[in-house]
């Protein structure tokens, strides 16, 4: 077996060949602090100099503009952005228009009418911790929705308009959306 150079391990010589960075405010050492958002380099004098930055810098999209397309609304062109939840389509003309194209979604949903106000559909949706919904596509006026995939078939035992398909240990099936109803059948 080989030995093993020695040098690598000594924190000593490596602490003070280590080169520390100065905070471009105010001189001081900069040091490498810990939040909920991650690790970030801060100034060691804090409380009097608040300077901070990101350990790794993300690299972000700018708005790159799609060449030949038209927005539906105003007639500008489209762009690629990045926002919040990630990458999407938006008008260029941002905040005169605020044309946004949908991510082209599989259909898992084959039109299911909206049990509570019978107008509108419930479409597929993602929140902000990027897990996937079923909300009515008429939300302001009607605020129901689903967190699993809705099923057009009234239950039997109820008569309520959906039933969704859930994932358990003995299998796909299919249940009452309701609370009070415990209907349950295997797919």
Do not use: W
Request: hydrophobic share 25%; charged share 25%; net charge positive.
């Amino acid at each position: 077996m080989a030995k093993i150079d020695q040098q690598l391990f000594d924190t000593r010589e490596h602490a003070l060949a280590r080169e520390y960075e100065v905070c471009p405010k105010c001189g001081a050492e900069l040091q490498m602090r810990h939040s909920k958002h991650g690790n970030f380099l801060g100034c060691s004098n804090y409380p009097h100099c608040d300077y901070a930055r990101a350990l790794v810098q993300r690299e972000s999209i700018a708005s790159q503009p799609i060449p030949g397309s038209e927005c539906p609304e105003c007639g500008a062109e489209l762009a690629v952005k990045s926002g919040r939840f990630g990458i999407f389509i938006g008008c260029t003309r941002y905040p005169d228009c605020t044309h946004i194209e949908k991510h082209d979604q599989p259909s898992s949903t084959a039109e299911v009418d909206c049990p509570q106000c019978h107008q509108g559909k419930l479409e597929p949706r993602t929140s902000r911790f990027g897990k996937t919904f079923y909300a009515c596509n008429n939300y302001p006026k009607c605020k129901y929705l689903v967190n699993y995939r809705p099923v057009a078939e009234t239950c039997p035992d109820c008569g309520f308009g959906i039933l969704v398909e859930r994932r358990s240990a003995s299998g796909m099936r299919l249940e009452c959306p309701q609370k009070q109803c415990h209907f349950k059948k295997p797919l």
